[in-house]
């Protein structure tokens, strides 16, 4: 009876555990093996191990450098913009004014809709030959001629960062505002006796009160920005010649696309390991266990 | 305790097994028993309102007549049919019934993904009515004699045509082109971007290198490759054609958007009036009707080439195929044979406007513009393009790798010689190791069409 009840706490994991074997730990491990394999759908009979030839195939791809670049245009410029105006917003919502709630819950709402729905609308606000952003700019005489922002090469990308940053400020300001909202008032009304500034208050109280909200929401966006490909599959696809391709939607197109899995897994392998590095050198970076200790 | 752990237990059980069962309907009974209803589905790769609505009737129908069988419709668009049919076929979940395209074969044949047919062609009773083109080429040119067995029967046949918006020519003064050097020049007169007019509907994207390959091969008189399996790109005057053809969008004379065009875009762009030019399958003259008024267009013969001639892709646009796992192969059959009946045959194709299947025996029957396009089949100057192969590589070519290479040359990141290098070594290789393992099989040949 006792022996039973010591391993009662395994009894109650068992399942969760059994459901991450079959949807996360199988699905990984069958990709660590696909990825040194020739492991070509459209050759269902000549599967078979080709030691690190797709890592060759990855990485002599000329594609792999301006994937790279982009991967990192994206990740640094989208996550940044979302902090940034994601802060500012939580900032202006953080005093009560008439209509708070309200306005509140329309500029949360993008976080509440899928992307999906936020790839095709703006495929089609942006359309060049029929969306309405492109007949309003013309019509009001901003531009003199049609802008293909996603056609031409050197936009595309940046379109869809934009697209991103649009969908992903509320997840900030949902945190930080949030985490601010747990600052006691006190310490405002004590530095406002102390005679501090708008400036210092910032600093030295709110900011160094969500430091640790800030470093987590970072950490956690970066991966998720760097891993999320459905925009851009949705957006371009990818192209125009894989101009707003990065790593994680390359690596879709891939194996959806190209039905390349043995390349799609060799990619997923090498993405895994610069996430990895990137979590590592981040945690050390910002003292991460240490974090929020005042 | 006992009790705790116990319903601890089950209710883990229970979270598991909801998370991974499967809907296990119907799963392998034998078609045909009398009072077992059987149901089959059905994948249709290309679907636009028309077809679907063609195909609810034409299921209705046969639900009626067979009270036993049921028929579930399934679609799938066009850009994404290949791939997705490629993983239902590696998971072993293909439809009983599916459209194929005549290409895909050379992937899904050799995979082992389709069930043959030909016991039952063999034995079908409507086939002596079948059009000399279908039985000959359809049917033992394009299936027995390459893979030994039938593996589809067509749907209809369809030739490549051109739309031109007949407003706009008379507008410009434009007599209609019939060469490829008009098509050209009226590509560059019709362009005005003000107006928000361009001259051609060009295809940049999924599948657009067939539209390029299409004007390369009136150069290399239909030919695809040389006697030793190289790939025609290599020659000098492929590389000015390309150079020819990709210079509609180079230099404007197409929406610069369109580098991201695929069927459906290009066909939006000559129906919305955007593009002046589309070069198309017949299918597309019923989207035209319903969305253009019928005195600003119309659908000409495919341009001759430099040498007079007409290179033309002609053949069974689908085919209704079965796969291999299918749970209900007898059933699946007889609704591609009640698919095929001639009257069924001849409905679907006046309201698909392509060239049915079977010969015209009571006259009239075939809708005004598609007596056009079997005449122009039957022109003595008409020829049939040879293919692009049979190799299995085939379905990666023209999925991913084809499209990629253009629009990096569109682009400016990459030379003409460069692009054409890449696509010709590719397709040689795939043709020459092709060749190495059917010795008896040679090169894609020219032949000349008899619809009648």
Known sequence: MKRIKSKEPYFMLAPSFLLLCIFLVYPLLSSFLYAFQSYKLTAPNDIAFNGINNFKAVFQDSNFGLILKNSFIWVVLTVAGQFILGFILALALRRPFPGRNFYQAIVFLPWAISSFVVGLTFRWLLNAEYGPVNDLLLKLGIIENKIYFLSDPKLALYTVILTMTWYGIPFFAIMLLAAMQSIPEDLYEAADIDGAGIWSKFWHITFSYIKQTIILTLLLRTIWVFASADLIYIMTAGGPANSSSILSSYMFMKAYSTLDYGQASAIGLFFMALLILFCYLFMKATKFEKAGNF | ?452
């Open chain 2, 1 to 452: 305790m006992l009790k705790k752990m116990a319903l601890g237990i089950l209710a883990g059980v229970l979270l598991v097994t909801s998370a991974c069962s499967s809907s296990g309907s119907n799963e392998g009974k034998s078609s045909g028993s009398k009072n077992e209803k059987v149901e089959i589905s059905f994948l249709d790769v290309t679907p636009s309102p028309d077809r679907t609505k063609y195909f609810n009737e034409i299921i209705a129908a046969f639900e009626e007549a067979n009270p036993d069988i049921k028929v579930k419709m399934e679609t799938v668009p066009w850009d994404q049919a290949f791939n997705k049919l490629t993983m239902q076929g590696a998971s072993k979940t293909m439809p009983d019934v599916m459209n194929m395209y005549p290409a895909w074969l050379n992937t899904f044949v050799p995979a082992g993904y389709l069930e043959p047919l030909t016991a039952d062609y063999d034995a079908w009773s409507d086939k002596e009515k079948l059009t000399s083109f279908v039985s000959n080429i359809t049917m033992e040119e394009q299936q027995r004699k390459l893979y030994k067995e039938i593996y589809y029967m067509p749907d209809a046949l369809m030739s490549g045509a051109l739309f031109v918006r007949k407003d706009w020519f008379a507008e410009a003064n434009l007599p209609l082109p019939t060469s490829w050097e008009e098509i050209f020049a009226a590509s560059e007169k019709l362009t005005d971007p003000a107006k928000n007019r361009y001259g051609w509907a060009f295809r940049g994207a999924r599948a657009g290198f067939d539209q390029v390959f299409a004007y390369i091969t009136s150069v290399t008189g239909g030919e695809t490759y040389e006697k030793d399996g190289t790939s025609v790109l290599f020659r000098p005057e492929a590389l000015e054609a390309f150079v020819k053809f990709t210079d509609i969008y180079k230099k404007g004379w197409a929406p610069k958007d369109s580098i991201n065009w695929g069927y459906q875009e290009m066909v939006q762009g000559f129906t919305s009036g955007v593009t002046g030019m589309l070069n198309q399958t017949t299918e597309v003259i019923g989207a035209a009707k319903a969305t253009l008024p019928d005195e600003a267009w119309t659908v000409i013969p495919w341009p001759k080439g430099a040498d007079g001639k007409r290179y033309i892709g002609a053949g069974a646009n689908w085919g209704y195929s079965v796969s291999k796992d299918s749970k209900h192969k007898e059933a699946s059959w007889k609704f591609i044979a009640f698919l095929s009946t001639p009257e069924n045959n001849l409905k679907y194709s006046n309201a698909m406007t392509m060239i049915p299947i079977f010969k015209n025996e009571g006259g009239s029957a075939v809708d005004g513009p598609m007596q056009g396009f079997i005449d122009t089949l039957d022109d003595p100057d008409s020829y049939l393009v040879a293919n692009l192969g049979n190799f299995p590589e085939l379905g990666e070519f023209r999925e991913g790798f084809m499209d990629a290479e253009v629009q990096k040359y569109l682009l400016n990141n990459q030379t003409a010689e460069q692009t054409l290098k890449n696509l010709g070594d590719f397709l040689t290789k795939a043709q020459q190791k092709y060749m190495k393992e059917n010795p008896d099989a040679g090169v894609p040949q020219v032949t000349k069409p008899e619809m009648k």
